[in-house]
């Protein structure tokens, strides 16, 4: 949710801050971001960021562990565990009113008040030692296998994780 128009790539190759972490997906999880994410599947998101100089950062998260669970997939057990983040906005954007930079928490329109974003995020377990050399961060033993932005209910088990 964080991204930065200084550092998106080009619009047919995004990169930096649009992907900045895929290295935590597991490789099944990157084949679905590439295929899905509005950061990847067209050029609105790149389009938007780069026209309006925006720069967003994610502020006042809140990790909570909503469920941990040991699943069989395809005969193997894994641990899963569903983490809920909630999180706004720090928006800086050019004004197109007044051509000045303005910095910012998301507000709601209607309201006023500074949107509060769920983040339902589903981990797997994956042994560090299975990871291999370049291990995300030094192999902190759980990637994720899927996420979903602003639901009401937790996102199922996209796959089996080794994909």
């Given at each position: 949710?964080?991204?930065?128009?200084?550092?998106i790539?080009?619009?047919?190759?995004?990169?930096?801050t649009?992907?900045?972490?895929?290295?935590?997906?597991?490789?099944?999880?990157?084949?679905?971001f590439?295929?899905?994410?509005?950061?990847?599947?067209?050029?609105?998101?790149?389009?938007?960021?780069?026209?309006?100089?925006?720069i967003q950062?994610?502020?006042?998260?809140q990790?909570?562990?909503?469920?941990?669970q040991?699943v069989?997939v395809?005969?193997?057990?894994h641990?899963?565990?569903?983490?809920?983040?909630?999180?706004?906005?720090?928006q800086?954007?050019?004004?197109?009113?007044?051509?000045k930079?303005?910095?910012?928490?998301?507000v709601?329109?209607?309201?006023?008040?500074?949107?509060?974003?769920h983040?339902?995020?589903?981990l797997?377990?994956?042994?560090?030692?299975?990871?291999?050399?370049?291990?995300p961060m030094?192999?902190?033993?759980?990637?994720?296998?899927?996420?979903?932005?602003?639901?009401?209910t937790?996102?199922?088990?996209a796959?089996?994780?080794?994909?």
């Amino acid at each position: 949710m964080s991204y930065d128009y200084r550092n998106i790539g080009t619009p047919t190759n995004h990169s930096g801050t649009l992907t900045g972490a895929m290295f935590l997906l597991t490789p099944g999880g990157q084949v679905r971001f590439i295929h899905n994410d509005v950061r990847m599947i067209n050029n609105a998101l790149y389009d938007k960021v780069h026209a309006g100089k925006i720069i967003q950062q994610v502020v006042n998260a809140q990790p909570s562990l909503v469920q941990f669970q040991i699943v069989e997939v395809q005969g193997q057990q894994h641990k899963f565990a569903w983490i809920n983040v909630a999180f706004e906005l720090l928006q800086s954007k050019i004004d197109p009113a007044s051509g000045k930079r303005v910095e910012r928490i998301q507000v709601d329109p209607a309201t006023g008040q500074p949107i509060l974003n769920h983040m339902a995020v589903v981990l797997v377990r994956i042994s560090p030692q299975t990871q291999g050399a370049n291990a995300p961060m030094g192999g902190t033993g759980w990637l994720v296998d899927t996420y979903e932005l602003d639901t009401n209910t937790l996102p199922a088990i996209a796959t089996d994780p080794s994909l």
